[in-house]
């Protein structure tokens, strides 16, 4: 089947630092991928569909400048959280679409700020 | 997407079947069901997908009502593995995945 692989799983950082993201898709090519995020015991929530070659476009409520989605290949997507806060920690999760078995997850990130 | 509505929580003896019930009384008739998996710290896991017919995989089954008003993912011998949240998902198209608060299945030993 498809496989989405996420990087890096865990990551630490100093709050004021910025953190990158990085979203594969395997085996297949995603014109489009998506990016949630996910608080403890809460479901997750679309932060933003990124699309190739163009602009991310980002759910209402999410801060495009600090959120910043780079979708330069038809394989490769990036999110770099900028001057992170601790109130950024959350569960990172990338998400791509492929024609024959539909949507596939990444493992997801786990950034803590501190 | 339809909305869906799912229980909060159930538990399964290991080895028995689990049933998990989702109502989507208002799904249109281009929207499938969609059924996935979150073990904890992990992404979602794909389980299994429907229009209008039951479905089987290697991993579930899913049964949908005549009026698709409302759909039941059957784990036919649950193992502690199979503990995780799920959820049921109406969707068409090739927008993203909206996620309600899915069902917290406990397998208990």
């Known amino acids: 089947g498809a496989v989405v692989s996420q990087h890096p799983s865990r990551v630490i950082c100093k709050s004021g630092t910025s953190v990158k993201i990085e979203c594969r898709s395997l085996?297949?090519?995603?014109?489009?991928m998506f990016w949630y995020r996910q608080f403890p015991k809460k479901s997750l929530m679309l932060m933003a569909t990124s699309n190739e070659g163009s602009k991310a476009t980002y759910e209402q409520g999410v801060e495009k400048d600090k959120f910043l989605i780079n979708h330069a290949s038809l394989t490769l997507s990036t999110l770099t959280v900028t001057s992170a806060h601790p109130e950024d920690s959350s569960f990172y999760i990338c998400s791509a679409r492929d024609r024959l078995y539909g949507y596939t997850f990444g493992s997801g990130t786990r950034l803590t700020v501190v | 997407d339809a909305k869906t509505t799912q229980p909060t929580s159930m538990d399964c003896a290991e080895g028995r079947a689990a049933n998990l019930p989702c109502n989507h009384s208002t799904i249109s008739g281009n929207e499938y069901v969609y059924w996935y998996r979150q073990i904890h710290s992990q992404g979602p896991q794909y389980i299994i997908h429907?229009?209008?017919n039951n479905e089987t995989n290697e991993m579930a089954s899913l049964i949908i009502t005549e009026d698709r008003k409302s759909s039941t993912l059957i784990l036919p011998h649950a193992t502690l593995r199979d503990t995780a949240v799920y959820y049921c998902?109406?969707?068409?198209?090739?927008?993203?995945?909206?996620f309600g608060k899915g069902t917290r299945l406990s397998v208990i030993a």
């Open positions: 085996d297949f090519q995603a014109t489009t």
């Open positions: 429907g229009l209008k």
């Open positions: 998902i109406a969707h068409s198209g090739n927008t993203p995945l909206v």
